[in-house]
């Protein structure tokens, strides 16, 4: 089965705290990097690993990939991090999802099934411990909107 799992760190979660996270912008909470740790991969295989990633511009970009791939064959999502860490694309072909990450020069290919799952447990899974590890996001109209987006994509 198909995973991706994150991480903050204890040194970073107590860091971020201190941000006024109920006044954060869109384009703040999108970015804001928490130096997460996202690993991609199977029970029996890593398949990428990003760290120091902006970990909401992950799951927008899952996102906007999930909502193409029940749209449209033959879609590709690029996700770019504004650091310059990493450029990921996802692109679906007629059974499968391809995922590449340009910098690592990693591509890896897993069934669309297991894509899906993997991204809305994923997204499911941010938007639980991102609640609880900063409750002051309840309070950001913006999150809240951002939130309904990706769940209403995926």
């Not at 295989?45 to 999930?66: C, P």
Request: charged residues 25%.
């Amino acid at each position: 089965m198909f995973r991706i799992d994150f991480s903050i760190p204890e040194k970073t979660f107590l860091l971020e705290k201190s941000r006024k996270l109920e006044i954060m912008d869109i384009e703040d909470i999108t970015y804001w990097c928490f130096l997460a740790q996202i690993h991609f991969k199977t029970p029996s295989q890593s398949l990428l690993l990003l760290t120091e990633a902006s970990l909401f511009q992950i799951v927008d970009g899952l996102s906007v990939a999930m909502k193409k791939i029940s749209t449209e064959n033959g879609s590709q999502t690029l996700i770019d991090d504004r650091y310059g860490g990493f450029i990921m694309y996802i692109e679906k072909t007629e059974e499968l999802i391809l995922i590449s990450e340009e910098f690592k020069r990693i591509m890896f290919q897993i069934p669309i099934k297991d894509f899906i799952e993997g991204v809305k447990d994923f997204i499911s899974s941010v938007i639980i411990q991102t609640k609880i590890l900063f409750p002051n996001l309840n309070l950001n109209q913006n999150y809240i909107n951002a939130v309904k987006n990706w769940e209403t994509e995926t």
